[in-house]
């Protein structure tokens, strides 16, 4: 069972709590935040009043390539506490976040891009990390290994995948690269044929069918 943290992240000026048990957003607290700093009176039932915010939630629960359907958002039963609120799917809170008002759009486009930016230098970073440590195994191969893992994250293999991925693949392929590089440094992985082992496994994991 996953521990629950709240994490908090800055969206412009405004910090916006996320949930690590299941990525949702803190609608109402982005949105109390965002009337005391401009003197406003935005509600959220005006936000799910709309007619195309309603259709947006139609196909989020009818997203065809998330079994059942995305769930776009979960009500806390509390009133207080930080569980209280409002929690929305990543994607209904972009939307919400950019209907609070057009000129905060710019922030949540940035919030958006930055953050996808940031996973792929990550992914960057720790790939030359994993090049260290590998070249202390005789015979490391550069190119077997980079293919493993693009097998292992994408299912596939070819030029520019880190270029192309989404923000869960770039947190799955650095998680990959980092734990890798960490076995070889601490001298739990100490050939190359025991490190493709260990890749062959992390893919049968992955893709064992229950």
Do not use: C
Request: glycine letters at 6%; proline letters at 2%.
């Amino acid at each position: 069972m996953k521990t629950n943290v709240i994490m908090v992240r800055k969206m412009g000026v405004f910090d916006v709590n996320q949930r690590t048990k299941d990525g949702m957003f803190n609608a109402n607290s982005l949105l109390k935040q965002w009337n005391t700093a401009n003197e406003s009176k935005k509600e959220i039932k005006d936000y799910f009043d709309n007619k195309s915010t309603q259709e947006f939630i139609d196909v989020l629960k009818n997203d065809e390539s998330t079994i059942g359907g995305i769930v776009p958002m979960i009500k806390s039963r509390a009133s207080k506490g930080e569980n209280a609120g409002t929690w929305m799917h990543p994607y209904l809170f972009i939307d919400f976040a950019m209907w609070i008002n057009p000129k905060f759009k710019f922030e949540v486009i940035k919030f958006v891009y930055d953050e996808l930016i940031k996973y792929r230098n990550d992914a960057g970073d720790n790939y030359v990390s994993l090049s260290a440590s590998g070249v202390k195994l005789k015979g490391y191969d550069f190119i077997e290994v980079a293919k493993a893992m693009q097998w292992i994250v994408f299912g596939r293999t070819g030029k520019e995948l880190r270029q192309t991925a989404t923000q869960k693949e770039l947190v799955e392929l650095n998680d990959l690269q980092s734990k890798l590089s960490f076995a070889i440094d601490m001298g739990y992985i100490t050939t190359y044929p025991q490190l493709l082992s260990e890749l062959r496994k992390i893919w049968n994991q992955k893709n064992r069918k229950f």
